[in-house]
């Protein structure tokens, strides 16, 4: 996900369920400099993002994030969710480097 995702996803994380013009999304979701060179440079952008399913489009071609979607990923290093396990905190991690479950066999 490149920067102009990102800018886009978190403009739009700020409107909640509601619908918003890609002209809208193009003048507040980077710098006024930016509109200005290039009032469009959203369009494409949002069509990465419909692709990619993570926003999706309503009759009259107004964005927003797809419900339930996550802008940021929750990753616990293996070491720390180790430590939080032993002390009885639940985490639920997700991504590279999950710690395997532990069985009977590891208690040597």
């Known amino acids: 996900m ?11 994380s700020t409107w909640g369920d509601n619908f918003v013009n890609a002209k809208e999304i193009a003048r507040r979701a980077s710098t006024k400099k930016r509109f200005n060179q290039d009032p469009e440079w959203a ?4 069509q990465r993002l419909e692709d990619s399913r993570i926003v ?10 797809m419900p339930g979607h996550d802008d940021e990923e929750e990753w616990v290093a293996p070491d720390i969710n180790k430590l939080l396990q032993e002390d009885g905190v639940e985490v639920e991690a997700s991504g590279p480097g999950e710690p395997p479950e532990k069985s009977d066999d590891d208690n040597f």
């Open 2 to 12: 490149d920067a102009d995702e990102r800018e886009i996803i978190h403009y739009l």
């Open 43 to 46: 369009k494409p952008v949002l």
């Open 56 to 65: 999706e489009t309503d009759a009259h071609g107004r964005y927003r994030l």
